[in-house]
């Protein structure tokens, strides 16, 4: 494989595009050993035909606010790949999404459903529609249009949506509510909804606990654990929410989460009630952790900076894409932090990766640390298609047993003779083997 003359063509064809030319450089990168020892790969072209999505689909959506006015926003949804599973991904609402965002998601989409041990395909979707600041009766006409156009696309069998950046429990309901009016049937077509009609439980813990669950495994090959351990959090969403409940629970001290105006510095560790409060702050929707620190004593407030230059021993980025930089893991470097997991998708910049690499720091990628998001969907699709509901107990024993499962897929397929294990590599070429490997048994299609 020629990754140099793949990426020159797909800049070529896509120029711009710089969130999915990275996501795909990288899989290429840490595959190609494994990929050139499979000829029949080459000859089935499985590069060419697994970087492209299956289809692009894009439309507008017409809504009305409040005062009356007539708004537009872009809606989208990418399927990419089906060859192990219906096309399986979340729904992003956020005034940065376009089009490269949600191939790059789509594209880790793919790789992250294969390691779940699920039968999922990769797709992804979203508008640039900013539900912040927006009222309830706002986001719901918002979301009743744009499932106006997506309802024709989708099915339980055939591509299921879900929640992402801007989508939770409201918007999926909002959603869930348009289709079940247009298909008029109450079916699985969306995942991480209520649990009165069809959700599971533990969905919205799924992507932190998982998250913690995979790190966990991380620092036992070193002999370590969570206890006594300070760890810094960026966001204070969902993700960041779960993550903060389970390491917590585990004996770690969280100090930190982080919004876009800055970041707050908690010394005596955000949990109890204050991880309850992350909830209370990201129901008043204006997308700020200010408040944090005038709720709580002994807080610092440290407005327009990244939680990444406090002195910590395990970093975890629940936020978004390139949220740490090579510089920002250089100062963690320096500070003594032994391990980082992206809670978020691709939450590092090749800089940083590089840098953890070549420190050998504990670094795992977001397709695998944040696959329990993912992988407790496919629990609901499960629960649905059964027509029955598990407890809270069996969702979760499941969700630890697939992230033990993917760590151990990382190592076997990622440890190096040294006995580092690169995880980015492990990742990519366990997911690549599944999805190629299917892919050849279907014939060129
Ligand atoms: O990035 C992700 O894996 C998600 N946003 C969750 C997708 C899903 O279908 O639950």
């Known amino acids: 494989m020629n990754v140099d003359k793949i990426m020159n063509n797909l800049e070529k064809k896509h120029p711009g595009e710089a969130e999915y030319l990275q996501a795909v450089r990288e899989v290429l990168e840490s595959i190609e050993e494994a990929?050139?020892?499979?000829?029949?790969?080459?000859?089935?072209?499985?590069?060419?035909?697994?970087?492209?999505?299956?289809?692009?689909?894009?439309?507008k959506v017409p809504w009305v606010d409040d005062e009356g006015n007539v708004k537009v926003n872009l809606g989208y949804r990418i399927q990419f790949n089906n060859a192990i599973g219906p096309y399986k991904g979340g729904l992003r609402f956020h005034p940065s999404v376009n089009l490269s965002i949600?191939?790059?998601?789509?594209?880790?989409?793919?790789?992250?459903?294969?390691?779940?041990?699920?039968?999922?395909?990769?797709?992804?979707?979203?508008?640039?529609?900013?539900?912040?600041?927006?009222?309830?009766?706002?986001?719901?006409?918002?979301?009743?249009?744009?499932?106006?156009?997506?309802?024709?696309?989708?099915g339980p069998e055939t591509d299921v949506p879900a929640g992402d950046i801007g989508v939770g429990g409201r918007e999926i309901g909002f959603l869930y509510g348009m289709y079940k009016?247009?298909?008029?049937?109450?079916?699985?077509?969306?995942?991480?909804?209520?649990?009165?009609?069809?959700?599971?439980?533990?969905?919205?813990?799924?992507?932190?606990?998982?998250?913690?669950?995979?790190?966990?495994?991380?620092?036992?090959?070193?002999?370590?654990?969570?206890?006594?351990?300070?760890?810094?959090?960026?966001?204070?969403?969902?993700?960041?929410?779960?993550?903060?409940?389970?390491?917590?629970?585990?004996?770690?001290?969280?100090?930190?989460?982080?919004?876009?105006?800055?970041?707050?510095?908690?010394?005596e560790g955000i949990s109890d009630k204050k991880i309850e409060y992350m909830l209370e702050l990201r129901s008043?929707?204006?997308?700020?952790?200010?408040?944090?620190?005038?709720?709580?004593?002994?807080?610092?407030?440290?407005?327009g900076k990244c939680p990444w230059e406090v002195k910590v021993d395990i970093a975890l980025p629940c936020a978004?894409?390139?949220?740490?930089?090579?510089?920002?893991?250089?100062?963690?470097?320096?500070?003594?932090?032994?391990?980082?997991?992206?809670?978020?998708?691709?939450?590092c910049t090749p800089q940083a990766v590089e840098e953890f690499h070549k420190n050998k720091i504990l670094f795992a990628?977001?397709?695998?640390?944040?696959?329990?998001?993912?992988?407790t969907s496919?629990?609901?699709?499960?629960?649905?298609?059964?027509?029955?509901?598990?407890n809270s107990k069996e969702v979760d024993d499941r969700l630890h047993e697939i992230m033990c499962n993917i760590h151990e897929q990382c190592v076997k397929h990622g440890k190096r003779e040294d006995g580092y294990v690169d995880y980015v590599k492990g990742a990519n070429i366990a997911g690549f083997l599944k999805v190629a490997n299917?892919?050849?048994d279907m014939g060129v299609i």
Not at 378 to 390: A, D, F, I, Y
């Open 102 to 154: 949600l191939k790059f998601l789509g594209f880790e989409q793919i790789f992250k459903n294969a390691l779940t041990t699920l039968p999922m395909g990769g797709g992804k979707g979203g508008s640039d529609f900013d539900p912040k600041g927006k009222s309830n009766a706002e986001v719901m006409r918002f979301c009743q249009s744009f499932m106006l156009e997506l309802w024709k696309y989708i």
């Open 365 to 375: 990628p977001g397709k695998a640390v944040n696959a329990g998001g993912v992988a």
């Open 35 to 59: 990929y050139n020892e499979n000829p029949q790969f080459e000859s089935a072209n499985i590069i060419e035909r697994i970087i492209e999505p299956d289809r692009v689909l894009t439309f």
């Open 181 to 267: 009016r247009l298909a008029g049937d109450h079916t699985g077509v969306l995942t991480g909804k209520g649990s009165n009609w069809g959700g599971s439980l533990i969905r919205p813990e799924a992507t932190g606990y998982g998250g913690i669950y995979f790190a966990k495994e991380m620092l036992k090959t070193n002999n370590e654990t969570f206890k006594g351990k300070t760890i810094s959090i960026s966001g204070f969403g969902n993700v960041a929410w779960g993550a903060a409940l389970k390491a917590t629970e585990l004996g770690g001290k969280v100090v930190t989460i982080s919004g876009p105006d800055g970041y707050v510095y908690d010394p």
């Open 284 to 303: 008043s929707n204006e997308d700020i952790v200010k408040p944090y620190s005038f709720a709580f004593e002994g807080v610092e407030f440290h407005e």
């Open 378 to 390: 496919g629990l609901e699709m499960t629960q649905n298609s059964m027509k029955l509901r598990w």
């Open 320 to 347: 978004t894409q390139n949220e740490l930089t090579g510089d920002d893991a250089k100062k963690l470097i320096q500070n003594g932090v032994m391990l980082v997991a992206e809670i978020s998708n691709m939450g």
């Open 438 to 440: 299917s892919m050849l």
